[in-house]
């Protein structure tokens, strides 16, 4: 068996997320049909991040385990050939040692929310974007943001269907930034840590967004943090602004 580390890049628009999925497609399938054409065997993928549906990835490692021989730049090429028409496309692959995992080995991730701060309509990133038409004060959202950084209890920002055992997580980055681009002001906000909660950073955008518009005083983000309760939740952001952007491995492997 060989081992191949897939980086995918993916819109997640019409799948039900990155895992296999009993009611809709999902990318974890679209990749795996497309390398039983290839190689004739059935593999299963498993992958550094679980998207949520509708949630989009920039560099998303995965790996798989072949019996077949063949070159990394030919099974790429081939998978890229048989995923058409599906948006995703492995942009790298390499063989790894056996005791490598796209998952348990990784030791970061990495993730950006965009929002599009405008009041026209979204025509060429409609689906890539959340649009919040509300004039938003990024530098006011960065300041709030910093109260999430560190070590702490994030059951406000959990999904009630998370499936960690602990709702204890480190948050290593969480930077709000404001970007002029040719279709308009767009705010982004960074996020990063060795794992994540389930709609843990989309609760936390959504909630920054609030502090963006006013409605929520900046210090409220620390007392949300502090109920731990999700019930003190303002608001959990779409999914089709968040982007996976990157994992991180010991000695960048």
Excluded at 46 to 58: L, N, P, Q
Excluded at 105 to 118: D, L, M, Q
Excluded at 220 to 233: C, G, I, K, V, Y
Aim: proline share 6%.
């Amino acid at each position: 068996m060989t081992r191949f580390a897939l980086t995918l890049e993916f819109d997640g628009t019409p799948f039900f997320g990155l895992q296999r999925q009993k009611d809709g497609p999902s990318v974890q399938q679209a990749v795996e049909e497309a390398a039983f054409r290839v190689l004739g065997e059935e593999v299963r993928l498993h992958s550094a991040g679980r998207t949520d549906a509708g949630v989009h990835a920039i560099a998303m490692r995965s790996h798989l385990d072949a019996e077949k021989d063949i070159k990394p730049y030919r099974l790429m090429e081939a998978l890229n050939a048989h995923l058409r028409p599906d948006p995703v496309a492995v942009t790298h692959c390499a063989i790894v040692p056996d005791d490598w995992h796209a998952r348990f080995s990784c030791t970061g991730r990495s993730y950006v929310y965009r929002i599009a701060n405008r009041r026209a309509p979204l025509t060429l990133e409609r689906g890539r974007l959340w649009q919040v038409p509300q004039e938003l004060d990024a530098q006011a959202m960065h300041r709030a943001a910093q109260a999430l950084v560190g070590l702490h209890d994030f059951t406000t920002f959990r999904s009630v269907h998370c499936q960690s055992d602990s709702p204890v997580k480190t948050l290593d980055r969480l930077d709000v930034e404001q970007v002029a681009t040719p279709m308009g002001t767009e705010v982004r906000v960074h996020a990063e840590a060795r794992s994540f909660l389930h709609h843990q950073v989309r609760s936390m955008v959504g909630c920054l967004a609030l502090v963006g518009m006013g409605r929520w005083p900046e210090v409220r983000m620390a007392e949300a943090l502090a109920a731990r309760d999700r019930q003190e939740l303002g608001l959990n952001a779409p999914p089709h602004g968040l982007y996976f952007v990157s994992a991180s491995y010991p000695a960048d492997s």
